[in-house]
């Protein structure tokens, strides 16, 4: 194998792991996670798209909650995902992720919603609370909410 097909060879191998690290966003709040890092990764992957940036935990009922109501709303998720790409961070006693999140508002309730462009840079914060009714989420005041961010 000639020098060159190697070189050739590890440029795709560093390329592909770089592009898999990116693409690796967490699906739900890790305590283990480096948000700064997640961040970054968002922003190589959100293209055109904003980033919804939702703090909170698994100790958190109603992020619980937002996971199966997204769940059971197949068109409300396709329209977040076509406005948003959205980033998970973990905020609880396992990690406070304080440094991190010192450069944003203090959130008001969890799970907390900080609307950034795709180069991180804050355009807005929503309080899920209004998005809620009774036991769940709210189909229209979370259709909405995505309408605004457009």
């Not at 795709?12 to 283990?32: H, M, Q, R």
Request: some cysteine.
């Amino acid at each position: 194998m000639s020098l060159k097909t190697v070189a050739t060879a590890l440029a795709l191998l560093f390329l592909a792991v770089s592009v898999s690290a990116k693409g690796n966003l967490p699906s739900w709040y890790d305590p283990g996670r480096d948000a700064a890092k997640d961040l970054e990764a968002a922003k190589n992957l959100a293209g055109e798209k904003k980033i919804l940036m939702i703090v909170g935990g698994g100790w958190c009922r109603w992020c619980h909650d937002l996971e199966a109501f997204l769940e059971d709303q197949e068109q409300l998720r396709e329209e977040l995902s076509d406005v948003f790409l959205v980033l998970k961070v973990y905020r609880g006693k396992e990690n406070m992720n304080d440094k991190f999140l010192s450069g944003y508002p203090q959130p008001n309730g969890y799970p907390f919603f900080y609307i950034l462009d795709n180069r991180g840079n804050l355009l807005g914060t929503q309080e899920t609370g209004v998005l809620e009714s009774d036991d769940s989420y709210d189909k229209k005041s979370f259709s909405e909410f995505i309408d605004r961010w457009k």
